[in-house]
């Protein structure tokens, strides 16, 4: 499939308006059983976003703050990732305030934006890759769950392909926030935990500890389903089973 024809079925399956004539190959992201587009980095990188906004819109649009403080991204960014991997035309139609972030993040957010900064590899999509993820970070579920992917396994690919000398690093596949969090204290001179190894640590759970779960929007589209009622008029980049859809089962 063309990669024209690809970006065209990506934008139908997230209900956003077609694209100008654009030649960069951005398509669906599918696994190789589910065919017709190859999974390239451009393709992943739209999933990726547009799983991210679509959650954050879903925020947004029953009241929890505008789009880009949800995403952490600012205006500007936000408009030119969907004339990168969407249309310039959708932005312009999102049903949702937009808003724009007009001050400094929270200490701790910026940490570990700066943390993923350092270590980006591509300028413009490893900046606002690392200011969503860290604006997701301080969300209360898994990382991967709070970024609208699939599986653990999603998260980890995005992080080794934006930043992969950070996440070269996490050879013990500790839960991502806590690394970022032991490689923060280590920059600093801390010592994270004070047990002689992780595995006599009391917290090892904390750290290591199963990170399986329903995707955030699998579970809001399962609710709709389960109340019998039509999705509401909620964000233009709806989470589908091409994009967004439900994790497969993990081991």
């Known amino acids: 499939m063309a990669a024209h024809e690809c970006q065209n079925q990506a934008l139908r399956t997230h209900d956003l308006p077609g694209p100008e004539a654009d030649p960069r190959p951005v398509g669906t992201w599918r696994t190789p059983a589910q065919g017709t587009c190859a999974p390239d980095a451009a393709t992943f990188d739209a999933h990726v976003f547009a799983c991210a906004i679509s959650l954050a ?19 500007a960014a936000l408009e030119a990732v969907f004339a990168r991997y969407f249309s310039p035309r959708a932005f312009l139609h999102l049903p949702v305030p937009v808003g724009d972030i007009s001050s400094g993040a929270e200490e701790e957010e910026g940490l570990v934006s700066d943390l993923l900064r350092r270590h980006a590899i591509a300028p413009f999509t490893g900046r606002t890759m690392a200011a969503l993820i860290a604006r997701r970070a301080m969300e209360p579920n898994h990382l991967w769950q709070d970024l609208g992917l699939r599986n653990r396994d999603e998260l980890s690919h995005l992080l080794e392909a934006h930043f992969p000398a950070l996440a070269a690093g996490n050879t013990a596949h500790m839960k991502w926030k806590k690394y970022f969090y032991r490689r923060l204290c280590e920059g600093e001179g801390f010592v994270l935990c004070s047990a002689p190894s992780c595995r006599v640590c009391t917290d090892f759970d904390t750290c290591f500890g199963d990170e399986s779960g329903e995707s955030r929007l699998a579970h809001r589209r399962r609710a709709q389903e389960t109340a019998h009622a039509a999705p509401p008029p909620g964000p233009v980049l709806s989470g589908s089973t091409t994009l967004c859809g439900p994790p497969e089962a993990s081991s």
């Open 57 to 75: 819109a879903a925020e947004a649009d029953r009241g929890d703050g505008a789009l880009t403080g949800r995403l952490g991204i600012g205006q």
